[in-house]
Structures are given as structure tokens and as C-alpha cells.
């Protein structure tokens, strides 16, 4: 009394007989009892698309999250910027390999043209540096840099 349409099938009502743990669904309006054979492995197969596809777009915004950070602390190479103190302007030029030539009018600004440059590219040496000389290298890598905070 049942017949195949599809990946769905379709039986006639529920009878006494059928025993209340075999019962997949209860019967719809019609008096047909609707059992869903394929759809579960479909399901799952469409579920752990979607998470996989959920967490590749969250493993995606989270390295373009850390590339966007960590460019910032990159060096500007190309720009002008406006300082108080000058006496005048101050050029810092690279090279291919990134070493900086600076040209500056007086040695004031030329200081300053060193030190602005030293800034850009050894601040976290600089700022790495001054945390081990004073002892407090663990608040930035940990409870692994206590061994040097010690010394």
C-alpha cells in the first residue's frame, strides 16, 4: 500500500497495529503519514557545509583583521608630515633595501630627521629594550618572560 515518489514516502494512516516507537511523524491533514527517508544525511551534509563555509569566512575576516593591524605599525615611506619645531624641512629618503638617507638644513632637524626614522623602524625594539632593562618584559610576552624580568 506504498509507493515511492521521489526520496519521500508516502504510507496510509497509522493503525493500531504500528506501534508507537515506529511512528516517524503523525499523520498530516490529508491522512497520510509523510516519512522523510533521505533528508537527514542531506541535513548534515548541508550543515557542515555551512559551518565550514562560516568558519572559513571567520578564519578570512580575521586575517584580514590582523594584516589590517599589523600594517599600521609599518613604517609611512611615502607623505609629508607637519612638525612643530622645525627650522625647515627635512627629507628621508629610502633605498631598495629600506635604508634611510635624510637631509636636513641644520643639525637640530637632522637630529630629529634620525630620530623620527629610528622611530619608525625599531620602536619595537626600542619599546622591547626598555621593558627588559627595567624588569617589566612580561607585561607584554607573559608569564614566558619572567625568567628575564628577573635578572
Not at 516519512?35 to 571567520?58: E, Q
Not at 599600521?72 to 619645531?85: C, I, N, R, T, Y
Amino acid at each position: 500500500m506504498s509507493s515511492e515518489v521521489g526520496s519521500f514516502l508516502f504510507r496510509q494512516p497509522f493503525t493500531d497495529s504500528v506501534s508507537d516507537s515506529k511512528r516517524a511523524e503523525p499523520p498530516t491533514a490529508s491522512g497520510h503519514t509523510f516519512i522523510n527517508d533521505g533528508k537527514k544525511r542531506r541535513n548534515w551534509r548541508t550543515f557542515a557545509a555551512r559551518g565550514a563555509l562560516v568558519v572559513l569566512l571567520i578564519a578570512a575576516g580575521g586575517g584580514l583583521w590582523l594584516y589590517w593591524k599589523l600594517s599600521a605599525s609599518l613604517p609611512q615611506l611615502d607623505g609629508e608630515v607637519a612638525v612643530e619645531g622645525l627650522a625647515d624641512a627635512v627629507q628621508i629618503t629610502r633605498d631598495a633595501n629600506g635604508n634611510p638617507a635624510i637631509e636636513a638644513s641644520s643639525r637640530a632637524d637632522l637630529a630629529f630627521g634620525v630620530g623620527f626614522a629610528h622611530a619608525q623602524d625599531r620602536l619595537f625594539q626600542m619599546d622591547a629594550m626598555r621593558r627588559v632593562s627595567s624588569g617589566r618584559l612580561c607585561e607584554l610576552l607573559g608569564e614566558a618572560a619572567f625568567p628575564a624580568d628577573r635578572h
